[in-house]
């Protein structure tokens, strides 16, 4: 069994800073892909950023330039450095691990969501 702990949610005035966790943890051989999702009110579940196990990355147009995702394949641990945030980033943000288990399965997992709120 995988488990993804995210931390580093909270509430932020418009054009603050935040750094968001996720830790990996569990019956893990290595990681592919990593990623941030986010899902506000009344909306469906978008992709944030995502970064591979080379540290090759994507991001979604609402966001390039302000945030920045990295990872430590040691720590089986990603981060979302989020700048300049707006009142619609707010959102639950959700952990995503493609992860190969011990076992050699492949499977997809998520973390429990971290609420973001930007608001003055």
């Known amino acids: 069994q995988v488990q993804l702990v995210e931390s580093g949610g909270g509430l932020v005035q418009p054009g603050g800073s935040l750094r968001l966790s996720c830790a990996a943890s569990?019956?893990?051989?290595?990681?592919?892909?990593m990623g941030w999702y986010r899902q506000a009110p009344g909306k469906q579940r978008e992709l944030v950023a995502a970064?591979?196990?080379?540290?090759?990355?994507n991001y979604a147009d609402s966001v390039k330039g302000r945030f920045t995702i990295s990872r430590d394949n040691a720590k089986n641990t990603v981060y979302l450095q989020m700048n300049s945030l707006k009142p619609e980033d707010t959102a639950v943000y959700y952990c995503?691990?493609?992860?190969?288990?011990?076992?050699?399965?492949?499977?997809?997992?998520w973390g429990q969501g971290t609420q973001v709120t930007v608001s003055s």
């Open positions: 995503n691990a493609e992860v190969v288990a011990v076992t050699r399965g492949e499977y997809d997992y």
């Open positions: 569990g019956s893990i051989f290595s990681i592919n892909a």
């Open positions: 970064i591979t196990s080379g540290g090759s990355t």
